[in-house]
C-alpha cells in the first residue's frame, strides 16, 4: 500500500502538469508521421472579387475532438496589396511532426 506522502506527492505532481499544460497553446505532436498528402479534387467556387486568393483548406487544432480537422479551403481578402499566403504545413520536429499553420507574408 503507498504511503500518504506518495500519494500526496502524485497528487500534487498531477496538479502542477495540470496548471503548466493551461498555460501554454496546443503544439501537439503527431507519431507517427502525419499521412502523405493526397490528391484530392475541390471545385472552387468562384472569386467574390478580383482581388480574393484561394486558402487551401488546413488543419486546425480541435480540443474536444483532441485532433487535428481539416478546415475546407475559402476565398480571402489579402491583409494588404503585397501580401503573399504561405500554406500550412507539416514540421518535423523531436517526437513527431507538428502542423504549421498558414499565414499571411
Same mark, same amino acid.
Given at each position: 500500500?503507498?504511503?500518504?506522502? #506518495?500519494?500526496?506527492?502524485?497528487?500534487?505532481?498531477?496538479?502542477?502538469?495540470?496548471?503548466?499544460?493551461?498555460?501554454?497553446?496546443?503544439?501537439?505532436?503527431?507519431?507517427?508521421?502525419?499521412?502523405?498528402? #493526397?490528391?484530392?479534387?475541390?471545385?472552387?467556387?468562384?472569386?467574390?472579387?478580383?482581388?480574393?486568393?484561394?486558402?487551401?483548406?488546413?488543419?486546425?487544432?480541435?480540443?474536444?475532438?483532441?485532433?487535428?480537422?481539416?478546415?475546407?479551403?475559402?476565398?480571402?481578402?489579402?491583409?494588404?496589396?503585397?501580401?503573399?499566403?504561405?500554406?500550412?504545413?507539416? #514540421?518535423?520536429?523531436?517526437?513527431?511532426?507538428?502542423?504549421?499553420?498558414?499565414?499571411?507574408?
Amino acid at each position: 500500500m503507498k504511503s500518504a506522502n #506518495q500519494i500526496l506527492t502524485v497528487v500534487i505532481a498531477a496538479g502542477m502538469l495540470s496548471l503548466l499544460s493551461s498555460c501554454f497553446p496546443a503544439v501537439v505532436a503527431v507519431r507517427p508521421a502525419p499521412p502523405p498528402p #493526397q490528391t484530392v479534387i475541390i471545385e472552387r467556387p468562384v472569386p467574390p472579387h478580383p482581388r480574393a486568393v484561394w486558402v487551401e483548406g488546413e488543419y486546425v487544432w480541435n480540443r474536444r475532438a483532441r485532433a487535428y480537422v481539416l478546415v475546407p479551403g475559402h476565398w480571402e481578402r489579402p491583409v494588404r496589396e503585397s501580401a503573399i499566403w504561405v500554406p500550412g504545413h507539416w #514540421q518535423d520536429r523531436r517526437g513527431g511532426s507538428v502542423w504549421i499553420p498558414g499565414y499571411w507574408r
